[in-house]
């Protein structure tokens, strides 16, 4: 067996994406040109390069144990840096006594295994997101826990009577690659999901799962061809007539319910990340890799106005009102703009490292922001540092959301709660209006990529690379429902009545958990 250039660099590509480089996986393949390889790559499974590398080692430590004379000797288990260290191997074969050469510590990597350690290249940005629609519009970390996620799974360390049954559970397969995003449409029971195989798909959640398939093409030869880009992010207007998709191919559409592109959208030179309607459902935002966040017309597909005023890709953004939003980057940086106006009417400095996310509360007065510096901050118009600067994360925080609750909503007696999603495997619900850390939610294995508020705030959904859906009491930070899927969570989301949540996986499932009793 042997691999091919283009093959191992398709590999490296994969691994960054799957594991949330999604800045570095873009950099990384069109320097290599992967779209101009032949590869296919819904043929390539999950985790393909930890998979080789773990076989690959085994190899080599049974090529170490075997002495000359077939006979097998006794070593320790080899590291990945021993078998990278040909001095190390040497004087492993060289050793008669059978024991083997003692490895420091420092050889060793973190879990203690081959395939500890964490992840190749910093922390990218991406879906790309979810969320994006900020899925998988952020930068992720690698596995780093001396274990692969998809061998082997853990028995769920939840309470009993807690887990949801498998007939309360409906999975929805179509999908070819990887789920980053689901949305649900906010008026009746359909699922959007939007994938690495080029397209969104809707399910009738009301007509027997029926799927519409929404392929993303661009134009090549006076041909529409599969784009075979990812499809990062997805929103519904507010009256549910609409869905828009952004794409790793740089273009924008909007689709009807009954799955007919009614506008392709396109300005941004590289992938789109984030990607949202404001309430009116006259336009619609999106953020790039080209550093731009740009309005549109929604009714007629023109680029309304245009803002340059990131020095590096536009990971997120969100409406405050109608005609303005907030806008951040892997500059560090947030910027408040406004249509028509042609500078930021605000800028928000402090990170220390790439802003994963941002969200405005539900009334427009608080802007939370997540980051890779492990930090949640929280900031107002009329203040220019940060009102809250919230640091008890060990790990970087990927996304963020506020619970439907306070003045202006359906519940306005109850408290504004923003909770935060981190690599550390830990959810914290935050009290804004004092600072505080309310609960810690404790009980995913792996990195969270995702959290959502029940439509009353009174449950948390929470989705983790563990496979692990967790349903949480937001009152007394309790768990209250969990379900497994087959693959790692990339979002999580409520319909409208909040009493069914949609996920999405990177093994390609989509599945709606039924709450009602």
């Known amino acids: 067996m042997s691999f091919s250039t283009d093959e191992v660099n398709f590999l490296v590509y994969r691994y960054l994406h799957e594991t949330g480089f999604y800045h570095s996986a873009y950099v ?162 359909l699922l959007a999901s939007g994938s690495g195989d080029s397209t969104a798909r809707i399910w009738n959640m009301e007509n027997s799962q029926n799927e519409i398939v929404l392929k993303h093409c661009i134009s090549r030869g006076g041909q529409e061809v599969p784009s075979n880009k990812d499809v990062t992010s997805l929103d519904w207007n507010s009256k549910g007539t609409l869905l828009a998709t952004g794409s790793y191919d740089g273009y924008a559409r909007i689709w009807s319910t009954s799955g007919k592109l009614e506008r392709t959208l396109g300005q941004h030179k590289g992938p789109i990340f984030a990607l949202k309607w404001n309430k009116s459902g006259n336009y619609i935002l999106s953020a790039g890799v080209d550093r731009t966040t740009i309005i549109w017309d929604s009714q007629t597909g023109n680029a309304k106005q245009q803002f340059s005023f990131h020095s590096a890709p536009a990971l997120d953004v969100d409406w405050q009102t109608d005609d303005s939003f907030a ?35 539900p009334q427009g007065k608080f802007l939370a922001s997540c980051s890779d510096d492990m930090t949640l901050k929280v900031w107002c118009m009329d203040k220019d540092t940060c009102v809250h600067d919230l640091q008890a994360h060990s790990k970087e925080i990927y996304t963020i959301k506020w619970s439907c609750t306070g003045p202006g909503t359906a519940n306005p007696n109850a408290n504004l709660v923003l909770a935060s999603a981190s690599f550390d495997s830990t959810v914290r619900l935050w009290d804004v209006e004092r600072g505080d850390c309310l609960h810690t939610l404790t009980r995913h294995k792996e990195p969270v990529y995702s959290v959502a508020f029940s439509p009353d705030g009174k449950f948390l959904a929470s989705g983790s690379f563990d496979k692990c859906v967790h349903i949480w009491s937001t009152q007394t930070g309790r768990l209250v429902h969990s379900y497994k899927g087959t693959g790692g969570i990339f979002e999580v989301c409520w319909n409208s009545r909040g009493d069914k949540v949609g996920a999405s996986a990177s093994d390609g499932t989509v599945f709606v958990l039924d709450l009602r009793k």
């Open 28 to 189: 990384f393949g069109q320097e290599s040109h992967i779209s101009q390889s032949n590869i296919n790559g819904a043929l390539v499974p999950p985790k393909a390069l930890i998979s080789i590398v773990q076989k690959g080692l085994l190899y080599v430590e049974a090529e170490i144990a075997t002495g000359e004379d077939g006979n097998e000797r006794s070593i320790e288990c080899l590291s990945l840096i021993d078998a990278v260290m040909p001095d190390v191997v040497a004087s492993r074969k060289g050793s008669g006594s059978g024991t083997g050469v003692p490895v420091s510590g420092a050889d060793k990597p973190a879990g203690g295994n081959a395939a500890g350690g964490g992840g190749v290249g910093g922390s990218g940005a991406g879906p790309v997101g979810p969320d994006n629609a900020n899925g998988p519009g952020r930068g992720l970390e690698g596995e780093g826990r001396g274990t692969n996620p998809e061998a082997g799974a853990h028995p769920m360390d939840i309470d009993e009577g807690i887990e949801i049954p498998p007939e309360k559970a409906c999975v929805l397969k179509g999908h070819d690659s990887e789920v980053f995003i689901c949305a649900w449409n906010p008026m009746q029971d």
């Open 327 to 361: 806008s951040c980057s892997t500059d560090k940086c947030i910027h408040v703009c406004k249509l028509d106006v042609k500078s930021p009417i605000k800028s928000f400095h402090g990170h220390t490292n790439e802003v994963n996310a941002i969200k405005w509360d």
